[in-house]
């Protein structure tokens, strides 16, 4: 009999989690442009520090969701049936941000926050189900691999999508878009139900594990106090102390981290609780979702920090040979000067000419010679600002290929490395994406003159190679070794740990206006995994013995089968 490289249910899961990406970044890619821009334009006028305030708390809280979604789905609602009911929430919230308000903005943020909870961990442990099998076990991180590709061929095309209809309907055109994405991406999973509802099955509750219920009231009751606490830290201590400030930046800040405190607490009663066998590879898991914190506070800054090094900083400027096709595709951004009759914002900026008539300008024109401004009415095409963040999924098309082909060739060689040794690489190989950012801001005079996309480009390269040895590794150690038991609550782990970092992220992103050199705030993000990546690095010879273990356990398991 000819044995399968996958799955026959791969290209279900692939294409699901391709439409469902699709929805999420082409959302996420416009979210921090709609609240900056002008209420005249559609936007709620924002500045940096609200908009990537706001930004970070929305992402932070998308991915800490999956940590009930994956109670819900392995004890309750088994796996499709989670994925459905996420899915057509997040489909249904994308669509109510195409209404203008901010009590709308907020309720369809809470409806895809919730519904992501239930919809990614759940899809990405269905897929690590099917992988362990014994006949695709070794293919387990492949599999992994080609499934995130998925995730980023819908990342890399929605944002052209969001360009067209922003430029010729509006914002709210764009949105529904991402919600229409959401529904194909349902209407694919079901279509290939009966590849994997073999391996959707719900896990009784086993001697030592909390019941539900008693989650709900000891673990989530205690986050909502916890976070109210954190929100009104800097209130109470201010009448007492009177110190300046919030303990972490801002007050949903505080509260996020302090709502965290309860379910931090809750992973470490689960490692302590454990039978003995169980012990070492879910203190593995834990030690590796602490370190990668640092990861996703940097690169989850694509949608804050880069966007705004994208649209203010980097010569976006199109060349006359590109026009009629970028055009065609209603893809540019068309820029011009107006007398001063809009309001002030962060968008904008004022300058007086000889005559001293103050002029209103984009701030796209803030770093651009006086010399060579154009003239009061004159129009300038650029490309839409949220094209920039297809430069990332770009890349993971680009390089996931080589990638796998080197791990395979390490593989015949025999000498592969761990997932563990995989993930530290990737943290140093993040951190020097922050060092080409660094350069580019010396290139570009700290920001007086325009810098050349390539160095965008460049970093995102740099960055993208560390993504592929991280998360999709990341994935694919959850499934490893998590007891089949507490497969989607320790994926639901990874996401907590995806959601401080996507919390801190914004975080760093709000402190950007603080630095005065640029080039100083991409040397402490670069500082940053560098010095995680070291501790990774000190952990690997006890991890890989854990790995070790693990593998040789499966591997006398499969045999006795």
């Known amino acids: 009999m000819k044995q399968r490289k996958h799955p026959k249910a791969l290209p279900f899961l692939f294409f699901s989690e391709m439409w469902e990406r699709f929805g999420y970044y082409l959302m996420i890619g416009i979210f921090t442009l709609y609240l900056k821009d002008t209420v005249d334009n559609g936007g709620f006028g924002l500045n940096e520090k609200e908009a ?3 930004y970070g708390t929305f992402i932070a809280f998308v991915f800490l969701t999956p940590f009930i979604g994956g109670l819900l789905a392995d004890r309750v609602l088994g796996y499709r049936k989670s994925i459905t009911i996420g899915g057509i929430m997040m ?31 759940n899809i990405s442990t269905l897929l690590g189900n099917l992988y362990n099998n014994p006949e695709y076990k070794s293919k387990k991180d492949a599999g992994y691999n080609i499934f995130y590709m998925g995730i980023n061929i819908g990342a890399f095309v929605c944002n052209f999508f969001a360009a067209a209809l922003y430029n010729t309907i509006g914002w709210g055109a764009a949105f529904i878009a991402a919600g229409i994405g959401m529904f194909i991406g349902i209407i694919i999973f079901w279509t290939g139900t009966k590849h994997f509802k073999h391996v959707d099955v719900i896990k009784p509750t086993q001697e030592g594990d909390m019941p539900l219920i008693k989650i709900f009231g000891l673990i989530l009751l205690p986050s909502i106090v916890f976070g109210l606490v954190g929100y009104y830290y800097n209130g109470i201590t201010d009448a007492i102390t009177n110190p300046k400030g919030n303990l ?9 981290l302090f709502g965290c405190i309860p379910i931090i607490f809750f992973y470490g009663r689960l490692l302590y609780k454990s039978p003995k066998e169980e012990k070492r590879p879910i203190a593995a898991m834990l030690a ?8 996703w506070a940097v690169f989850k800054q694509n949608g804050s920090t880069l966007n705004t090094w994208a649209d203010r900083y980097t010569d976006r400027e199109i060349p006359k040979s590109m026009t009629p096709v970028m055009g065609s595709l209603c893809l540019i951004d068309t820029m011009k000067y107006v007398k001063d009759t809009l309001p002030i914002s962060d968008n904008q900026f004022r300058i007086a000419d000889k005559k001293q008539t103050a002029i209103t300008y984009p701030s796209y024109f803030k770093n651009v010679k006086k010399a060579d401004l154009p003239k009061d009415g004159d129009k300038l095409l650029l490309a839409n600002t ?6 990332n999924p770009f890349w993971v098309i680009a390089l996931t290929p080589l990638v796998l082909a080197f791990f395979a060739f390490l593989r015949r060689k025999g000498r592969e490395p761990s997932t563990p040794t995989k993930i530290a690489f990737g943290l140093l190989i993040s951190g020097l ?3 080409v950012m660094y350069g580019a801001v010396y290139a570009c ?11 965008f480009v460049s970093s995102y390269a740099v960055i993208t190679i560390g993504e592929l040895f991280l998360s999709p590794m990341g994935l694919s150690m959850v499934s490893k070794l998590s007891p089949p038991r507490l497969t989607a609550l320790m994926m639901g782990g990874w996401f907590l740990a995806t959601s401080i970092g996507n919390k801190l992220s914004g975080v760093l992103s709000s402190l950007w206006d603080g630095y005065d050199h640029k080039a100083n705030f991409f040397l402490v993000n670069s500082c940053l995994l560098g010095a995680a990546s070291l501790m990774l690095f000190f952990m690997l010879r006890w991890l890989n013995g854990i790995f070790k273990e693990h593998t040789e356990k499966e ?3 499969d045999l006795k089968i």
Do not use: R
């Open 386 to 391: 949220n094209l920039f963040q297809s430069v």
């Open 288 to 295: 590796i979702f602490s370190v990668v914190i640092a990861f």
């Open 555 to 557: 591997s006398a398991d």
């Open 248 to 256: 972490v930046g801002s007050d949903s800040t505080d509260a996020f």
């Open 433 to 435: 994406s922050c060092l």
């Open 445 to 455: 005079e700290n920001g007086a003159v325009k810098s050349s996309a390539w160095w």
């Open 52 to 54: 990537s305030d706001l």
């Open 91 to 121: 489909g249904i919230g994308y669509c109510l941000m195409s209404v203008h308000s901010l009590e709308m903005l907020y309720l369809s943020m809470l409806l895809v926050i919730l519904g992501n909870g239930l919809f990614k961990p």
